[in-house]
């Protein structure tokens, strides 16, 4: 964009901020620290005056599109709306002020909050216990793999395979190569599911266990699910469960009603916490009694009225966080759930299937779904058609940003060629619904007469489509300070901000 | 209530284009044994209901505004200018994901491409990715880094790096032939001596922190050096706002230097969400986990931002990645960058320096009281341990202080058992020297 950087507004000797005046005696550094552990010189930070980091960062605010401006159909994401009630509750001073090493008797209420956050994710998702530790979704992938590592060995037994479809997402086998685990792929049934012939062809006696996402990525509820972990159990393995879809499944069906041993809920998806720019999330980790006992410490324990931390566990796999996890984000979610509650809850799993059905309604005449079943909150269309005309489903995504709204996932799951993966949430209108549909049917016919307009797009945004080659080749992760600036800046001169 | 907006005749109007003569069967692949019933979860609230809730369960904890708190301990409470809160606020920051669309992503792009060249002029480092979770998950994937560069399979931590980050790099471990060992302190500092005798060439990287756990400054040219003799990596865990003043890793060989970041402008939270940074030689790029921010250029010329060398990433790379991290903590380090732009190289000496300063001066009272000594005879930036004589128990005292409206230092006795009188405490620029001077009032009535 033709913004200039913050590094490029610097002018010496301007600031930003003022310390109130010192009220103890003046210190020289000199000679309370030794020389060689003093920096040679101030570090070269910008310098620039409060009103121009409000500007700076107001105006790049506005070159992106984000829930709150834009519909942002990112399939497996889980874009919904993030209630600002949510926010007004986490920034509480008695939520946001509390150090993690303040005695349990000054953290009663977070104890509690955290605790009875706990008890609803059980209730959701029929799970024995809970962790709240994990940061994101991955981190609860590698928690879980942790654990069951530590399951099998507890067991004496040595199992080293983790199953994982062909459709899974990228972080499940990452999350199982680093913990040690050989990856085993399944290949998909032609329905999209989990074929039993070949899941039952790979079951060895070496397979510690299956990891699946229910519903899948193609947006579908793997029906047989009860056999799957049945046959899995069978052979002493468990099963994992990769919770990022439970949009769908709010009090329509329990994943621990279905034999799922572990799963992790993603509360930035499902539990309407801001994504903010690519986290902080928070992915919480639930399992049966028989795992229980390794689930990370510490945790918190209700004695009679009152809470408190529990730092020693049997079989613990250990701690995957400095502290407990991102707290502000937990306030969050559990703010979201004593909003909805459980009515609320199963009202917004019904209407993100709605939503997702009723967008699939309207696209698939032309663009098909190949494995075309009832979906539940996402489906997966091809845009396989638009290659007779040069036009990929890359392009397609870029040309909707031109239309202003966020793409879809592309090229994602692998199994489906020039995949556009949509996921519209429950917090979309019909109106909203219907416009998008409006666009990419538009954009098909584009494709058809225009399809040089669909490969050059976007022609909209603060930049036209950015070269990744290049980003790639010729890696440029800093600024170099010193350096003119390669571009003069401009902003206000051309196109500034997105529409 | 919720917050999805069709009404009920809407939702048949759109069934009715779905061919669906009722929802039931849009779930009809879900075998009726698995449909749920109620969910034993409490009724929902309206907002006023919700904001009461939470300022209940708030009140029930004693919040670090109401009293004066000298915790530190790895979690350390500092200044938030008011433009952090007040731009970070907004929804375009808040609600975006992860900048996949490079083109309708710019301002969180542009500002990652800041916050990371911000990150490696504080660091003095040559590499800094988007941010991974939180301190702690950074040495283990600075650990795990140095293990696959290195291809050896010893890592050796000292025992003054915050035991957190040491249980969560054991937890990571897990299923790794890897192993960790650890090496004593003496007076407060790694004692290089051990060092020295456990570094053999199977040794991937060393591992200290700066200020240690104790608040001593280490010897980190030192023991930097003698991990280069081997062949090993050094890495190093800082304190951000230390390097206002204090030596950079870049300064003295880290190899990978990583740091808590929270501190840059978002509060304590209970600890969470944390910010973890994470920085690298230009020799390690290829093998940096987690996203990375990259300058580019667009079709016309123009200078873009993009997410880049995604070929180390999990959605592609699958189980071959550098690390399974997808996210990045994307709003926290936006507030640090908006924290350093605006503290600049100057704000950020001189909060360094009222740290010092202010430590010093809560010390030298301290040192007042018979019954309290320092633990150690060492240099420290903004903490420092003290030992208290037998007859006045740490827990003990610290229940007086926090009955006259104190958060006293944290006893290290559940860390470090061979400290049972050991203390740690911790002063910032948000201590005012009155509310020391009555810490001491109160201290010598006990």
Redesign the interface.
């Known amino acids: ?3 200039l ?3 490029e507004r610097s002018v010496p000797g ?6 109130p005046p ?6 020289s ?1 000199g000679e ?3 020389e ?5 010189a ?7 005056a ?1 009103f121009d ?2 500007r ?3 105006r ?11 519909f ?1 159909p ?1 399939g497996s ?1 889980t ?5 600002k ?1 949510n ?4 920034a ?12 349990a008797a ?5 104890l ?2 955290l605790y009875e956050l706990e008890q ?1 994710l059980c ?2 998702t ?1 799970m024995a216990a809970f962790t709240l530790q994990p ?5 609860g ?2 928690t879980g ?2 654990m069951i ?2 399951y099998h060995r507890r067991k004496r037994r040595a199992r080293s395979t983790i199953l994982i479809p062909d459709s899974a ?3 499940n ?9 050989t ?1 085993v792929q399944l290949a998909s049934g032609p329905d999209g599911l989990i074929d039993l012939q070949e899941l039952r062809r790979k079951l060895t006696k070496d397979v510690a266990a299956l990891m699946l996402t229910n519903p899948n990525t193609l947006g ?2 793997e ?1 047989d ?2 056999t799957i972990a049945a046959l899995l159990h069978e052979q002493g393995a468990l099963v994992y469960m990769d919770g990022a879809n439970m949009n769908a ?6 994943p621990g ?2 034999g799922v041993d572990l799963l992790q809920l993603n509360l930035h998806k499902t539990f ?1 916490t ?8 928070a992915g919480p980790v639930g399992v049966t009694k028989a795992l229980e006992d390794f689930l ?1 410490v510490p945790r918190v324990r209700k004695v009679g009225a009152r809470f408190r931390w529990e730092t020693r566990g049997r079989a613990t ?13 937990l ?1 969050r979610a559990y ?1 979201y ?12 799993s ?6 997702a ?2 967008l ?3 696209l698939q005449g032309t663009f098909p779904v190949p494995f075309d ?2 979906c ?1 909150h996402e489906f997966v269309a091809s845009l396989k058609s638009l290659r007779a005309h040069g036009v990929s489903a890359g392009d397609v ?2 040309r909707l ?1 031109d239309y202003g709204c ?2 879809p ?1 592309v090229y ?1 799951p692998l199994i489906v060629e020039e995949a556009l993966m949509i996921e519209p949430t ?5 109106e909203t619904l219907d416009a998008f549909a409006q666009a990419l049917l538009a954009i098909a016919h584009e494709a058809q007469h225009n399809p040089e307009l669909v490969r ?1 797009a ?1 022609q909209r ?8 080659v ?3 080749r ?6 170099s ?1 010193g350096d003119a ?3 003069p800046g401009t902003f206000g001169a051309g196109r500034t901000v ?1 529409s | 209530m919720d917050y999805a907006p069709n009404t009920d005749a809407q939702l048949q109007e759109m069934l009715r284009t779905i061919g669906a003569g009722s929802f039931e069967e849009l779930i009809s692949p879900v075998p009726a044994e698995l449909h749920a019933r109620e969910l034993d979860v409490p009724p929902g609230l309206a907002e006023a209901q919700v904001v009461a809730l939470g300022e209940a369960l708030a009140g029930r904890n004693r919040a670090l505004t109401e009293m004066v708190s000298f915790l530190g301990a790895g979690c350390y409470a500092h200044l938030i200018p008011t433009v952090v809160d007040a731009l970070s606020a907004r929804g375009e920051w808040l609600t975006p994901y992860t900048p996949y669309q490079a083109e309708a992503s710019q301002g969180t792009l542009q500002a990652i491409y800041e916050f990371q060249t911000m990150v490696c002029e504080l660091f003095q480092m040559d590499v800094a990715n988007a941010s991974l979770y939180d301190g702690a998950s950074s040495v283990a994937e600075a650990a795990l880094l140095a293990l696959r560069a290195t291809g050896r399979s010893r890592i050796l931590l000292s025992e003054a790096v915050h035991p957190h980050a040491r249980e969560v790099l054991a937890t990571y471990l897990i299923g790794s032939p890897a192993t960790m060992q650890e090496i004593p302190t003496v007076n407060g500092v790694t004692d290089l001596e051990s060092l020295g005798k456990a570094l053999r060439d199977d040794v991937a990287c060393v591992v200290l922190q700066q200020p240690n756990v104790f608040g001593c400054l280490e010897p980190m040219g030192q023991a930097g050096e003698l991990t280069h003799r081997v062949g090993g990596l050094f890495i190093a865990s800082v304190y951000p706002v230390s390097l206002g003043l204090l030596q950079p890793p870049g300064a003295y060989g880290a190899d990978i230097a990583v740091a808590e970041g929270r501190c840059l402008g978002s509060p304590p939270a209970y600890g969470g969400p944390g910010l973890g940074l994470f920085t690298a030689t230009t020799a390690l790029l290829r093998k940096v986990p987690g996203r990375l921010a990259g300058c580019t250029v667009d079709q016309a010329g123009r200078r873009a931002f993009t997410l880049t060398l995604q070929t180390r990433e999990q959605h592609i790379r699958r189980e071959r990645a550098t690390s399974n991290i997808c996210t990045n903590e994307g709003w926290l380090a936006l507030r640090a960058t908006i924290f350093l732009s605006l503290l600049g190289p100057r704000g950020m000496q001189e909060l360094a320096q009222r740290n010092v300063e202010k430590a010093r001066y809560a010390r030298e009272r301290l040192r007042e009281l018979a019954w309290i000594a320092p633990a150690f005879d060492q240099p420290f930036f903004n903490e420092f341990t003290l030992r208290f004589d037998p007859a006045h128990p740490v827990e003990t005292v610290n229940r007086r202080l926090a009955a006259a409206g104190f958060a006293g230092g944290f006893p290290l006795a559940g860390w470090y058992p061979t400290m049972p009188q050991g203390s740690l405490w911790c002063v910032t620029e948000l201590i005012s020297k009155p509310s020391i001077d009555r810490l001491i009032d109160v201290l010598k009535k006990i």
């Open positions: 964009m033709s913004d950087l913050i590094f301007r600031r930003g901020y003022w310390l010192s009220d103890v005696p003046a210190v550094v309370v620290l030794p060689d552990q003093l920096r040679a101030q570090p070269p930070l910008p310098e620039v409060e980091a409000v700076h960062y107001t790049l605010s506005q070159a992106n599109f984000s829930v709150d401006t834009h942002y990112l994401c874009m919904k709306y993030n209630p009630l926010e007004r509750v986490a509480l001073p008695g939520f946001a002020w509390l150090h993690p090493l303040q005695p000054q953290a009663q209420g977070i509690q909050l609803c209730a959701i029929g940061a994101a979704g991955a981190q992938e590698l793999l942790k590592a530590a997402h990228g972080t086998p990452a999350s199982a190569a680093l913990s040690g685990f990856v579908l509820f029906r699910i009860k499944l709010l009090g329509i069906a329990r009603d279905m309407s801001p994504h903010g720019g690519g986290g902080p999330g990370p796999v250990g701690r995957v966080h400095g502290w407990y996890g991102n707290v502000g984000v306030v703010a759930i004593r909003t909805l509650g459980r009515e609320g809850l199963a009202r917004t019904r209407a993100a299937i709605i939503n059905n009723y699939k309604a309207k079943d009832h539940m995504a870029k940003l966020y793409a996932t994602f429950e917090t979309e209108s019909k050059r976007p945004m603060v930049v036209d489509r950015v070269d990744e290049k980003a790639a010729e890696p440029n992760l800093r600024f300070t600036p390669k571009v997105a």
